[in-house]
């Protein structure tokens, strides 16, 4: 498992590479996740997006052929209450990993097509403002799953 002080040193690396890798607007997605669920049920997807440039980006759409509609979530406390509320983005700032986890931001996989199953994998497409798209597979994990079981899976 990646923690956040890993993700952050590789942030950092990437931060002191050459001055030319800092204009290609890419952002790493490492350890992705979902929970498994069942179809018609909602899901989740979890991971950590680092931005290895010099520039904010922002994460501000996703789908899945395994959901009717996917959507970008916060929890947030209204009056005493965790409540789980829409985004319009997330921001991905320079050098600062971004955790998608349970009880935070997280991308909501809305009215499942299937059942998700633990030991499968589905397909996500990440749009991100400055980055563009980026596809990443998801290793289901237990409905329960706190967090990845994968260690220092990501992708580019």
């Known amino acids: 498992m ?31 996740w979902a929970r498994a669920a069942l179809a018609g049920r909602t899901g989740a997807a979890y991971m950590t997006l680092v931005n290895p440039t010099d520039t904010t980006d922002r994460l501000i759409a996703a789908a899945s052929d395994a959901a009717e509609t996917v959507e970008l979530h916060a929890h947030l406390h209204e009056g005493g209450v965790m409540r789980m509320r829409p985004v319009t983005a997330i921001e991905i700032p320079p050098g600062e990993p971004v955790v998608l986890a349970p009880g935070g931001l997280h991308i909501m996989l809305i009215g499942l097509r299937r059942d998700l199953k633990r030991g499968e994998t589905i397909r996500l497409t990440l749009r991100f403002e400055r980055a ?11 409905a329960g799953a706190r967090r990845p079981e994968a260690h220092g899976r990501h992708t580019h």
């Open 2 to 32: 990646i923690t956040r002080r890993a993700a952050f040193a590789l942030a950092l690396a990437a931060a002191a590479a050459p001055a030319a890798a800092h204009h290609d607007h890419r952002i790493e997605v490492v350890e992705p």
């Open 132 to 142: 563009g798209t980026v596809e990443v597979e998801l290793p289901v994990l237990a």
